[in-house]
């Protein structure tokens, strides 16, 4: 069982930034791949990025290649998203979540899951 707490989110401007942090519990915390989600009012739950258990491989979606970028510390049990540049498109519910072996990028695909923090962004 892996228990998730996401932190950071908040009301910001457009251009910029905010790093979310996802502390997990349990000290099986490596062995999971990790993905961050978003979703705004009315629409589905997207991927936005993910990690695998080692830290040596991220994957993000299109829409924020090159301006987000996900971490992991194995030591602290946390898992970071950095979010740089942001845009009222942006503006949604972010959420952690942590699964076994390999990475994906399907949120049902995810077996635990954070409460989620909201991002804000006004232009």
């Known amino acids: 069982q892996v228990q998730l707490v996401e932190s950071g989110g908040g009301l910001v401007q457009a251009g910029d930034s905010l790093r979310l942090s996802c502390a997990a519990s349990?000290?099986?915390?490596?062995?999971?791949?990790m993905g961050w989600f978003r979703q705004a009012p009315g629409k589905e739950r997207e991927f936005a990025a993910a990690i695998s258990s080692s830290g040596s491989s991220a994957y993000y979606a299109d829409s924020v290649k090159g301006r987000f970028t996900i971490s992991r510390d194995n030591a602290k049990n946390t898992v970071y998203l950095q979010m740089n540049s942001l845009q009222p498109d942006d503006t949604a519910v972010y959420y952690c979540?942590?699964?076994?072996?390999?990475?994906?990028?399907?949120?049902?695909?995810?077996?635990?899951w954070g409460q989620g923090t909201q991002v804000t962004v006004s232009s």
């Open positions: 979540a942590a699964r076994r072996l390999i990475v994906t990028t399907k949120p049902n695909e995810y077996e635990y």
């Open positions: 349990g000290r099986t915390f490596r062995i999971f791949v």
